[in-house]
């Protein structure tokens, strides 16, 4: 191996910021950036990164707004937890989930049984000002989108707070910085992230 071989592989070693023992899912609101954040986490651990809501719509060869319209919430809620279980013990890595699936009691045992969870705190205007203009959530195909989102962040938040640890993700922090913020409470979990 050559000088500059050598230093491109301390850098390496150096820039990651520790090994990963458990599954690290990312859990919260639509438009928390579970997904941006999750992929960038990941990619500074040098872990593999999983998406629950692109796995089950490649299992079902639809999309979630093609589920939900086609077979119901109920079924689209017992293949998330399927899907779940499985992807939390096939390898260690960075998972982020759909915006629902930390409130199934299920979920949140087999997330605590087998990896860590961290919410992304984000409060009603950041969730909103990341949404409205998208028309790839099922649940907000309703007359007052604005005010359905805001049920269901009245009725998520108590279930969200459950979470092993929450990192606040205030429509301010840069993608970077966010994972900066979730490595710094991970540290917090010495059976999650080993530095």
Same mark, same amino acid.
């Given at each position: 191996?050559?000088?500059?071989?050598?230093? #491109? !592989?301390?850098?390496?070693?150096?820039?990651?910021?520790?090994?990963?023992?458990?599954?690290?899912?990312?859990? =919260?609101?639509? =438009?928390?950036?579970?997904?941006?954040?999750?992929?960038?986490?990941?990619?500074?651990?040098?872990?593999?990164?999983?998406?629950?809501?692109?796995?089950?719509?490649? /299992?079902?060869?639809? *999309?979630?707004?093609?589920?939900?319209? +086609?077979?119901? &919430?109920?079924?689209?809620?017992?293949?998330?937890?399927?899907?779940?279980?499985?992807?939390?013990?096939? !390898?260690? =890595?960075?998972?982020?989930?759909?915006?629902?699936?930390?409130?199934? #009691?299920?979920?949140?045992? *087999?997330?605590?049984?087998? =990896? #860590?969870?961290?919410?992304?705190?984000?409060?009603?205007? @950041?969730?909103?000002?990341?949404?409205? $203009?998208?028309?790839?959530?099922?649940?907000?195909?309703?007359?007052?989108? +604005?005010?359905?989102?805001?049920?269901?962040? &009245?009725?998520?938040?108590?279930? $969200?707070?459950?979470?092993?640890?929450? @990192?606040?993700?205030?429509?301010? /922090?840069?993608? !970077?910085?966010?994972?900066?913020?979730?490595? &710094?409470?991970?540290?917090?979990?010495?059976?999650?992230? &080993?530095s």
């Amino acid at each position: 191996m050559s000088e500059k071989e050598q230093i #491109a !592989e301390v850098d390496v070693a150096a820039s990651k910021p520790g090994r990963l023992k458990k599954t690290v899912v990312m859990v =919260g609101m639509m =438009g928390a950036g579970k997904t941006a954040v999750g992929r960038a986490l990941a990619a500074r651990l040098q872990v593999p990164f999983l998406d629950s809501d692109h796995e089950i719509e490649a /299992a079902a060869n639809r *999309t979630i707004p093609e589920i939900f319209a +086609r077979d119901g &919430e109920a079924f689209f809620r017992l293949k998330e937890r399927q899907v779940i279980a499985r992807l939390l013990t096939e !390898e260690c =890595g960075v998972l982020s989930t759909g915006g629902g699936a930390f409130l199934a #009691a299920e979920n949140r045992e *087999t997330i605590t049984r087998n =990896g #860590a969870s961290i919410w992304l705190q984000a409060d009603l205007d @950041v969730l909103w000002n990341r949404v409205r $203009y998208r028309d790839t959530r099922p649940l907000l195909q309703t007359a007052d989108p +604005r005010a359905t989102l805001a049920q269901l962040y &009245e009725a998520r938040v108590p279930l $969200y707070a459950k979470a092993d640890l929450a @990192v606040v993700s205030d429509g301010k /922090a840069s993608i !970077e910085e966010m994972v900066d913020r979730v490595l &710094e409470a991970l540290r917090s979990r010495p059976d999650v992230l &080993e530095s």
